[in-house]
């Protein structure tokens, strides 16, 4: 089944609602053909709002500009847009069949039987749904009845298929399983798609690359592992994993456990992942830091780390590490795993 890929230029876009809170401050973001592009971040940041005003479903403010391809769609409203949506509970018709459902944006479009069958099938198997093609929602799994949303969703050939958190609905265990499903679903696809989610590991899992949004803006855009080894900003190397603030003194340097090391020039805050810290027997060249707790997390062992100079650090190091609550450890930092953060990052 071909689908167009299209490219989604969006330009100055905003939002302010009729009270005037500010729902999307100015935003300008591309979205490659055939890409996956998450919108991540927390409750309140603006991603549904974008998504929305990509739909149609909102009216942007004055000034806004969305385009898909060559076609200047901001004024066009949804039902002339030929977007494909896919929700958080899916919206099924619980009294159709897989089949009904899947085929049901193509029947009030007038499709031919036959042509509309031919689409059916070709969909059913892409998304894997033979021998359920008479069965209805409730008689599916989860990851059945998200297959037959994408599928519906794409069946009329969408120009851009829009994903609002598709796995929110699930319990922890199913949605592991299923966000790498829903991943090779849309690749197979070959859809441009916008998917909205305040889920980091969904959104690494899925997207080809994340727009991190914090107070109704982005503030970063690129894959997933350029954001979390190399962020330009502070809200994005927390919000991507976990993150130890350190302190520095005027010159630059830090003070690691009684050990001073050079912080990356120009910097006004220095970061570092838990995982980064290394932790071993006290040695010469190494910081000392007390173990004031150690939690076992299954796959890797968290402490919780008394440091003199920077205070309670947290660093993450294998599931048998010998290291216990109350005893003094070597602690060392390579200079390279330091993330410095500008001033004007900090906004």
Known sequence: MEIERTRIDIANCAKTYADGTRGLLPTDLV?????????LGPSGCGKTTLLRLIAGLEAPDVGSRIRFGSTDVTQVPIEQRNVGMVFQHYALF????VQANIGYGLRIRGTPEAERQRIVGELVDLVRLNGLEKKRPAELSGGQRQRVALARAVAARPRVLLLDEPLTALDAKLKESLRDELADLLRRLHITAVHVTHDQQEALAIADRLAVMQAGRIVQVGDGETLYRTPAHPFVASFLGRVNRLATSANGMLDLGGVSMQGPTMASSVLVRPEDIEIGNPQSGWGRAEVQR??????????????????????????????????????????????????????
Not at 94 to 97: A, C, G, H, T
């Open 31 to 39: 979205v490659e053909p055939g890409e996956v592009l998450a919108l």
């Open 94 to 97: 619980p009294q159709m069949s």
């Open 294 to 347: 150690r939690n076992f997390l299954g796959d890797r062992v968290q402490l919780t780390l008394d440091v003199a100079g920077q205070g309670t650090l947290l660093a993450d190091v294998e599931r048998d590490h010998a290291a216990r609550e109350g005893e003094v450890v070597g602690i060392r930092i390579a200079p390279e795993h330091l993330m410095p953060m500008l001033e004007t990052d900090t906004r």
